[in-house]
């Protein structure tokens, strides 16, 4: 363990360094940064009339008793635990099937289904927000032809699954994608394994791919659930077709918006930002748990 | 100067020494924010000679001409005209940049129930000594007491929404329902009646979360629900006046006699298209904007006084309307100020918008412009609407006041009035909801609520 060792080791080091010194000071510059000064707004107090004080954590017990905060994060909840599973079964069927070489035109079917995800989420939810009209959208369209009443998308029951709807549209593909690529990375002799033992398609779908697409599946939760939590665009569109439904705090991430631009609490707002974190990382931390455990059974 | 300026402040007094304030007031005005009040006289004509760089910051169509216009008086200023949105996404970069303290315009959009709230930041400069003396009398007088607050001129007005109702005749005129309708009871009624002809129509729509809409309503009523004092703040939500206001229409949507579809949306846009709205209870600027949406009914529409809460009466409220506003730290407060007063009140630019882009005016002198008031428009059966919403205009009651924390009192209001009535528990329910929030609000920020 001389220094004759430590030498060619520090100067990889110092190289890495080097290389990695761009991403490190504009990480720290657009991300570190602004959190800290985040942080730091969120423990003081800014009024209107009279000025600032400090508060320490008075902003996070208020928190954690605003109703209008909890009932934001109650209604990602309920959205994350319907849309996730639904979205991601779909994106898995899809990518089995178009997996599975029996499909023609497998390409095109790919790429079909990935572009909404280029669409950007303002045109999408804009988009989706014409077709729910009850005046003109198709689907009203179509039920005025059979003679039944429009369904009200948007209203006080219908928006979040309705919401579910686009975002559902927009990320199916992203996520096949995902799922696609990983079964590409699984080696041919497992499925001539396979094969050999007798196993037709359905089974080695069942049987081989699925316990091997774990860690992606795994992946794609983990991104939708955090993309959930973090809802906004979407709501803050459908806002203008449907204020009375959406209000001012239908997610979490509206209302922080809510309160730092136009209830002039900016302060209060930095520390709802954390808390939503927190609460996007124990739900995080919690799913990779769920996931991980039958793994470790096998 | 001196003189006038005391004078004016005289005349102030005694149009609020009803209140018996006068003393009072007059300690605080001279002596109270602004500060620029007491400068005396400035030498704007000296300033105007200096070339200098001036930015505005408005959606107002019609801005760029009147800069044109500006600049041959005023060659040797520059002005930057900005769209940075409008209505609410305005405001909310205003406030951003002034909280950051850059990228500030000079001159700013600023519609004349925001003024107390841009006051109470001390973001607004008081323009008095870079202003003409009397400027204010060229104003009807509701006008001149929406920027005339604290003691100090924070903006010059530039247009105004007295509110009136617009129809379509066919329609109502099918439906047997007898023209003008002239109180509120004899518009419930019409309501019921039309709905109960015409299954899949509304006499209006009446959205829960339009506060512009509701506050005017209670303007008409003779509430008077705030007050811009932030050391001495009304709030009174729940005042008998508002509640007959909302019980009213409570009994329409409970009749299922109006429909409450939020506004200014592209639902909304279509129903009039489709004649899913007969009717609009609209301000000044309503007419034109229907205008563009609903040309297939073109020449069936008409306009008409706001309905009455007694017969023979004639009160309205205000619904909208601006004002150009000069920000503290300009730098050219006299060239900024100039600015503002010179497109809003020279001849030239004020005919420009009041003819070519059929803006409702502010001041008198057009107000009273015959070749104005007798303009036809075939959409309205060439009915002279603007004389109808001039009528209007002389009808607005004076002494309204909005709070200092309007953004949250109308954002919250949209959200909690327009919930309750979504989910038919009606209006009048949820005002008391609404009064909690805005107290808790205003005492939060350090305002001081009167009565507490």
Known sequence: MGDTTRSPRDRHARAGLAFTLPFMALFAAVFVAPLLYALYLSLFRERLVGGREFVGLEHYVEGLQDEAFLGGVGRVALFVAVQVPVMLGLALVLALVLDSGRVRFARLFRVGIFVPYAVPTVIAALMWGFLYGRDFGPIAD??????????????????????????????????MIVLLTAL?????EVYEA??????????????????????????????????????????????????????????????????????????????????LGAVVFVVSFVVMHLSRRPATRG | MRDTERHTTGRRCAL????????????????????????????????????????VWTWMPGTPEAVKMFRRAYPHIKVKVEHVGQGPPHYQKLRTALKAGRGLPDVVHMELQYIPSFLLTESLLDMTPYLPPEFLEGYPEWIRRQVNVDGGIYGVPWDTGPVGLIYRRDLLEQANIRTPIETWDEFADAAIAYHKANPDSYLVNMPGGQMGQWLALFWQAG??????????LKVELTDPRIKRVTAFWDRLYAAGAVSHDPDFSDAWYQGFARGRYAGWVSAAWGPVLLEDFTR???????????PQWRRGEHVSGNWGGSTLAVLKGTEHPAVATEFARWILSEQEPVEMFAFDRYLFPARTAMLNNPRWLDRTYPFYGSQAVDRVFADMNDAVDTTWEWPPILEYVA???DAILGKSVERGAGATAALQQWQDAVV????????EVAGR
Request: aromatic content about 10%; proline content about 6%.
């Open chain 1, 142 to 175: 179509v039920a005025n032809r059979l003679g039944v009443p429009a369904p009200n998308l948007l209203g006080a029951d219908t928006l979040l699954w309705s919401i579910a709807n686009v975002t559902t549209w927009t990320f199916t593909g992203f996520n």
């Open chain 1, 184 to 188: 590409r990375g699984i080696a041919p």
């Open chain 1, 194 to 275: 396979a094969a050999l033992d007798g196993a037709g398609a359905v089974r080695t779908a069942l049987h081989v791919k699925l316990p091997l697409l774990r860690p992606a599946l795994l992946l794609c939760t983990v991104f939708s659930v955090i993309g959930a939590f973090q809802l906004f665009a979407e709501p803050r569109i459908f806002f203008t077709m449907a204020p009375q439904v959406i209000g001012k705090d239908f997610t979490p991430n509206l209302y922080v918006f809510n309160l730092a631009f136009s209830d002039h609490r900016l302060n209060y707002a930095a520390a709802l930002s954390f808390l």
């Open chain 2, 16 to 55: 609020l020494s009803v209140a018996g304030l006068c003393v009072v007031l007059a300690v605080v005005a001279c002596g109270g924010r602004g500060g620029g009040a007491v400068k005396g006289p400035v030498d704007v004509a000296a300033a105007l000679r200096q070339p200098a760089t001036i930015t």
């Open chain 2, 223 to 232: 509430a008077r629900p705030f007050s811009s004092d932030p050391r001495n």
């Open chain 2, 296 to 306: 297939n009914s073109k020449g069936r529409w008409r306009a008409q006084a706001l």
């Open chain 2, 411 to 413: 954002t919250e209001g």
């Open chain 2, 440 to 447: 808790e609000y205003a005492e939060q920020q350090g305002l």
